[in-house]
């Protein structure tokens, strides 16, 4: 007897959907893509409407025999793709290749029993218009990368690329260096009073806030002297009281960049990990025989906020039953930002009856971490603001100046007794995410003062500062910056992220990218000749162009209209590139050590992958070493240097300078001292919210005399 067949992308995703169907349904996995354009040639036919040529990608024939077979024997064929135009275009792409006659699409915004039964009772055509759209995002890809590339290979390097999206990403590091290089600080100075009223134990700051009725803004250091001066003897009396209840909603639901943003501030992950864990969430995990496999969260390549109703009242009854009525918010919803694919949710839990608590023994450490920061951000972002009362008090010293002290008390938890939002940086700049509960946090408790009461100044102390240049990019703040400027989607957020690494365009130095040499030439040579690739504003208009395709109906006749408007401009600028570029002369950094085999100077060379040390006596002498970093500590193996180094997939870890003769390696910065009890070595690990834990090697018990021990991460050989 025939039976329904279900495609999906994923091997994990299969099995899972397997194990809560009936027996009567075969589930198929087609391993992600099955065609694509070929990698030889431009696989674009221009003068033909931009006619993709699609080819079975390479090993894949084995797979595809196996789809086909089933197909054929199958009563219906449903392809459950992911819910997005990637999985629109894969559906297509199976369909075509099986050659289905009527294609049943379904979507699983969440691997669960209920979501695939719902799915199977309403099942659509393929989304043409959506497929277009990918088609057209996949071939204007092509156009820059197979156009462009070869420019690059012949005028700077071989081995280099530009991407339509990539290359914009690379273009804000670059202008964003290129700010901190030009930013000229600027000197200013802060003066605080450590006061008391009489009687209290409580000492609290307040800060200079107007000299003459002005906003104090002391430029220098003889300003700041004549006002202490000033301030000598001087009596403080409080001159105004304002007491206001303040509120403090939750953030919404975490969408796609919002989830790689904060995973990325409070657990350390880089945006590739993030994603990795959150598929294995959202494809299924066994949770034992009483629940048998499931989805935990739901789809995780989403920019909208929205919720379903049904999760929406889950939320409400687990909020009341846990912290009372009090703390729901009346069940809240969120405005979805222009543009968002509003067919999707956010990310949530499946069911939130699902606690971190009840999967602590299941899911392994990160996964748990991820999921609890998912589960947390869904139920706070449904419970009420969180109240506090805000005292703002004004302090006259003589007529002159005014100090003003501010602090808050926490009157009502709300949402904050379930989750906080992290920020991007410890200081707080203009950089930074907002946090709901920091400001308040760090303003501190003020004794009770009235009209005119005197306090008594237990310090004045001036305090030099200056102002700082915009903080480099890290994974987080570039997403958040590649979402706020319309570039790329939730779906390819961390393949920019990765390739702009890869491409050895830019380098994290501590968790934040920096452009190298070749990344500013390529991004120079770009900006000039190809203005539109690495223009903001024209790739945001594209991305939204591409966007109204899909939810607008467009067909091919459409679509190959916007290629069209892009390539007759971008083949003139091509052509212009061609003619005028010169070769692009890459300079040696020298040095100060010289060849060990002929005694020639070496330099400072940039390379496919990376730079390098190599000997000026090249192509005679072929001698060349790595680059390495000298972290001052002393190896426990050989006492040579421990260096900082970097893996073939970009990860740092710390490893003898004396390899390969000494095998010394670890994932962790290995600290100056050894251990107090064994003598042994000891390794940094930099903690949740950034606190730095000391782990003796020997046993991690040791009082090792710098700190605490605590918990590693499983990582994997380096490779």
């Known amino acids: 007897m025939a039976k329904p067949l279900i495609i999906v992308e994923s091997p994990t995703k299969a099995k899972t959907i397997k194990k809560f169907l009936p027996a009567r349904y075969v589930v198929k996995a087609s391993v992600g893509h099955v065609r694509d354009l070929p990698k030889s040639t431009l ?12 080819l079975t990608i390479k090993g894949k024939g084995d797979i595809i025999k196996d789809l086909k077979a089933a197909a054929k024997g199958a009563s219906d064929v449903y392809l459950a793709t992911d819910p997005d135009r990637e999985g629109e275009a894969i559906a297509w792409h199976l369909a075509e290749l099986l050659k289905l006659e009527h294609p049943q699409r379904i979507e699983l915004h969440e691997i669960t029993r209920e979501a695939a039964l719902a799915a199977l009772k309403d099942p659509h055509p ?3 218009p959506r497929v277009n759209a990918q088609q057209a995002r996949r071939i204007l890809d092509r156009l820059v ?3 462009i590339s070869p420019l690059l290979w012949a005028k700077v390097r071989g081995g280099l690329s530009a991407g339509r999206v990539q290359s914009v990403a690379v273009r804000l590091i670059v202008d964003r260096e290129r700010e901190i290089r030009a930013f000229d600080p600027r000197e200013y100075w802060s003066i605080t009073a450590q006061l008391a009223t009489a009687g209290s134990p409580i000492v609290f700051p307040a800060d200079l806030h107007q000299v003459d009725g002005e906003k104090a803004e002391i430029v220098n250091g003889e300003q700041a ?3 202490m001066k000033a301030l000598e003897g001087a009596e403080f009396r409080v001159s105004g009281v304002k007491t206001r209840e303040t509120r403090r909603n939750a953030a919404a639901p975490f969408t796609t960049s919002t989830l790689q943003q904060e995973a990325s501030r409070k657990l350390k992950f880089r945006v590739r990990k993030t994603m990795q864990i959150a598929q294995a969430l959202y494809e299924g995990i066994d949770l034992g025989r009483s629940e048998g496999t499931q989805g935990l969260i739901t789809y995780m390549r989403t920019d909208s906020t929205r919720i379903s109703d049904s999760a929406s009242q889950a939320a409400r009854e687990y909020i009341i039953g846990r912290f009372g009525e009090a703390y729901h918010s009346g069940g809240r919803q969120f405005k979805i930002k222009e543009g968002a694919q509003d067919a999707h949710e956010a990310i949530r839990p499946t069911s939130v009856l699902h606690t971190p608590e009840s999967l602590a023994g299941v899911l392994k450490r990160d996964e748990l971490r991820l999921y609890r920061l998912i589960w947390e951000r869904f139920i706070a972002s449904q419970m009420a603001p969180a109240v506090f009362d805000q005292t703002t008090v004004d302090i006259a010293a003589t007529e002159r100046f005014t100090f003003r002290a501010t602090g808050s008390v926490l ?7 379930v989750y906080e939002e992290g920020t991007d940086t410890a200081t707080g700049s203009a950089d930074a995410a907002p946090t709901l509960t920091q400001a308040e946090k760090a303003r501190p408790i003020l004794p009770k003062m009235n009209q005119d009461d005197v306090l008594d100044p237990k310090s004045i102390e001036p305090k030099q500062h200056f102002t700082e240049p915009p903080p480099r990019y890290t994974e987080a703040t570039l997403v958040r910056a590649l979402e706020e400027n319309g570039i790329g989607r939730p779906s390819t957020y961390s393949a920019i992220v990765e390739t702009i690494q890869a491409r050895g365009y830019v380098e994290q130095l501590d968790r934040r990218f920096a452009p190298t040499e070749i990344g500013e030439s ?3 040579l770009l900006v000039e000749h190809f203005p539109e690739i690495v223009d903001l504003t024209f790739t945001a208009s594209m991305e939204g162009k591409l966007d109204t395709l899909a939810e607008t109906g467009g067909d091919w006749a459409a679509t190959a209209k916007v290629l069209s408007d892009f390539y007759d401009g971008f083949a003139i600028e091509l052509a212009e590139a061609e003619r005028k570029l010169p070769k692009y002369e890459q300079r040696d950094e020298p040095t100060d050590e010289v060849c060990v085999n002929c005694g020639k100077p070496m330099v400072i060379k940039t390379g496919r992958f990376g730079r390098f040390m190599s000997c000026t006596g090249y192509p005679e002498c072929k001698t060349t070493k790595p680059i390495l970093k000298d972290t001052g500590v002393k190896c426990p193996k050989d006492g040579g240097m421990i260096a900082e180094r970097k893996s073939r997939k970009g990860r740092t870890f710390y490893g003898c300078a004396n390899y390969p003769a000494c095998d010394f ?4 910065k290995v600290a100056p001292q050894p251990c107090a009890v064994c003598g042994d070595y000891v390794t940094e690990k930099v903690k949740r919210g950034g606190a730095v834990t000391y782990i003796c090697h020997t046993d991690r018990q040791h009082a090792t005399g ?6 590693t991460d499983d990582e994997a050989d380096i490779a």
């Open 145 to 147: 990368g197979y156009k």
């Open 411 to 417: 009157k009502f938890a709300g949402f904050t007794a």
């Open 522 to 524: 390529v991004n120079d």
């Open 225 to 227: 002297d004549a006002i």
């Open 665 to 668: 390696v670890s994932w962790d």
């Open 126 to 128: 393929i989304d043409m």
């Open 43 to 54: 696989g674009v036919d221009v003068a033909d409407g931009f006619t993709p040529r699609y």
């Open 706 to 711: 710098l700190g605490s021990a605590g918990d």
